[in-house]
């Protein structure tokens, strides 16, 4: 009796541990076979290779933007370096590279003077349309500029002097400006490259017009077209720099949209540098149309030229409009009557 | 001066255009991404 109560205890028994079996086996198989959960979750060569360029850890969020789910992504540390580190060197070195050689060029060359005087004669240089689209494009890009230099150097510079509120309220005000005039702005650069595409295709003049120092250097007069070597360099940097910012602006004025973050640092990359030297660049373009050369602000600004000035700088761009419009044209264009 | 005078009209106007339909296409992020559960 004994052993056959044995012998039930052990089926009873077995048929208990079967059940108990059969029911945990389906729990037993969703757990993931290969690996721990929570060995996986600190695995530290998974981190490493997360942490590698291109790699990230990031997790789940609840709210609409999954983006911010991304808890770290190292391309974003270089950025972070370059923006705030980086950038600053190359900004710097060249405004204030370009300032320093303007002053000192000035200081050592002096004006470009009109060596054969004014003459009295003007002639027309750029029409009414030609002159609002360049004011157009040039008051935008200074605003531009400045608006664009306090993102980068406006934090350490301007507001230790004039205190963290005042640097909120102003720099908020600037990023509107920057961020609404960049449409007439891009809308220029558009005309401008419409408008004297023809003339600034670069040829054999140019080739001596800068061999022989453009007039600048030394006081030689090399024969030039419309426009000479050097205004032909600023026009091409204006279109492909103009239209390298407004399309990496635009990436960053409407972020993601287009790119994902690497593509949205990468717009910020490209948009500082070419700024920066954007600014450079015309900082030589204003200082040669104002104070670096006589009679050359009258061109944008009234709209005509001496014709003395006109022959010393341009002599084959007057010998054309000469034979265009007769020797005795440039005469119906007295100073004091600008053509609008 | 008088293209001066217009070309900074000019881009004063296309500017607040330009900040009408840019407004009107997009949200501050604190709307953007609020929900009924998450106040930004």
Known sequence: MARLLAQARFIIGAFVVALILA???PVSAQ???HVSPNAAAVKEQQLLNALSPGGSVGG??????????NLIHPAGRDWT??????LRWIGAISVLGMLIVLVAFYLIRGQVKLESGFSGRRIVRFNAFERFVHWMTATCFIILAISGLNITFGKPL???LIGEPAFAGWSQWAKYAHNYLSFPFAIGVVLIFLMWIAGNIPNKVDVEWLKRGGGIVGHDHPPAYRFNGGQKMIYWIVVIGGAAVAISGYLLMFPFYVTGIEGQQLAQVVHGVIGALFVAAMLGHIYIGTIGMEGAFEAMGEGTVDVNWAKEHHALWLEQEM???GPNESQRQPMATPAE | MKSFVLACVAAV???AVAGVVLNSAQKPADQAFSTTGVRL
């Open chain 1, 23 to 25: 029911v945990a086996a």
């Open chain 1, 31 to 33: 757990q993931p076979s």
């Open chain 1, 60 to 69: 789940r969020v609840s709210i609409p933007d999954q983006k911010s789910g």
């Open chain 1, 81 to 86: 370096r370059f923006h705030e580190v980086t």
């Open chain 1, 158 to 160: 301007l507001m230790p």
């Open chain 1, 323 to 325: 034979a265009r419009t």
């Open chain 2, 13 to 15: 106007a296309i500017a």
